[in-house]
């Protein structure tokens, strides 16, 4: 029988793998890239803001965090994100999906509002916001594995490692939380893609393509600067956050 490595190191490598991540300009989406390419990684970025991205693929630690400018709703963007990470590879690894929005907010309800104020506050979101949360944070991510399908059956076919290929989905705390810190849109949102990646799981099993689920907590991002505001004016709650502060990129890298 032949002995298999226990070492951490070659357990988990991630050296030469080509990985995708969307939203990967700013945020634990970032963090994530730079952990995976200072690691040995080949990761592509993907986002709306080409300034963003460019400034993001300075921070690579050996140059290969390139970026493609793209939106995630797009069913034409992420085609054409894969035939670009195709015809330079051939195959891909790994895809993080991480875009996500908020939507609708739950600020300025106090606990004590009269019913009258909070449906009155329910029923003033836009629709179409409300929709938003969906299409970015369920919706999208959808497409985004269904896009980059072909290249991960590839990435099996040509692996030099003995983990399969794998998509992995950014959900959050919120999906699980009872209170709606960031509304109900984004916490039902997060919620349909843990049971989404349960489904695909099955369902991607004959392919041996693994999709996994990380829901974060609080992490420095685009969507989060008033609670880390609050949070450093006022204190961390231990029944809310017990570690007692936000995440860093220490945190957003320990699951790769």
């Not at 070659?10 to 200072?38: D, N, P, R, S, W």
């Not at 709703?73 to 908020?102: E, F, M, P, Q």
């Not at 916490?187 to 489904?199: F, L, N």
């Amino acid at each position: 029988m032949a002995s298999s490595s226990i070492d951490a190191g070659e357990l988990f490598a991630v050296k030469g793998l080509v990985a995708v991540v969307t939203g990967g300009g700013t945020g634990i989406g970032l963090m994530i890239a730079q952990a995976l390419e200072a690691n040995g990684a080949i990761v592509y970025i993907i986002g709306r803001r080409k300034e963003v991205l460019e400034k993001a693929a300075t921070t690579a630690k050996h140059g290969n965090i390139h970026e493609i400018q793209g939106d995630v709703t797009s069913k034409a963007d992420l085609a054409r994100a894969a035939d670009k990470i195709k015809a330079k590879h051939g195959y891909v690894n790994v895809v993080v999906a991480n875009s996500g929005v908020t939507g609708p907010s739950m600020a300025g309800i106090s606990p004590d509002v009269s019913l009258t104020a909070f449906r009155d506050h329910l029923w003033n979101w836009d629709p179409a916001e409300f929709n938003k949360s969906y299409e970015v944070n369920a919706t999208a991510v959808f497409y985004t594995l269904v896009a980059f399908l072909e290249l991960l059956d590839e990435g099996n076919k040509r692996r030099k490692v003995g983990q399969t290929s794998q998509f992995i989905a950014l959900s959050s705390i919120g999906a699980y939380n009872r209170m709606p810190f960031s509304g109900y849109a984004y916490g039902s949102s997060k919620a349909a893609v843990v049971h989404m990646m349960k489904q695909l799981a099955t369902a991607l099993v004959p392919y041996d393509i693994r999709t996994n689920v990380i829901a974060p907590g609080l992490y420095p991002s685009d969507m989060t600067p008033h609670l880390l505001e609050k949070g450093d004016k006022d204190g961390w709650p231990r029944q809310f956050i017990p570690a007692q502060r936000a995440g860093d990129i220490q945190d957003s890298k320990q699951p790769f």
